[in-house]
């Protein structure tokens, strides 16, 4: 029973498609704190198209996208309202 292989399953790559559509639902947590703060969150697809290149990789997938979204939005968000450059009822509009 060792060392035994019962079946092999093999994982086609992603698609840009699939990778932006990854982007998307991560960006839910960012728009549903924004949202506690009565804030709104605007991603023009160029946003998007960057952070879906940014946090793909051959070799992990998607798994860096959580990372590249916290580092290149997250962080900056919150720099931002540490500063008051963002207030209540605002549109945050990313390009």
Do not use: C, W
Request: proline share 3%; hydrophobic share 45%; glycine share 6%.
């Amino acid at each position: 029973f060792i060392n035994r292989i019962d079946e092999f399953i093999i994982f086609e790559p992603l698609r840009s498609d699939e990778i932006r559509h990854i982007v998307k639902l991560r960006l839910g947590g960012v728009v549903k704190r924004l949202a506690e703060r009565k804030m709104k969150l605007v991603m023009r697809d160029s946003a998007i198209d960057y952070l879906a290149t940014k946090g793909f990789d051959p070799v992990f997938g998607a798994r860096p996208v959580k990372r590249v979204i916290q580092r290149e939005l997250e962080t900056t968000l919150a720099r931002a309202l540490i500063r008051a450059e963002f207030a209540e009822g605002d549109t945050v509009l990313v390009t």
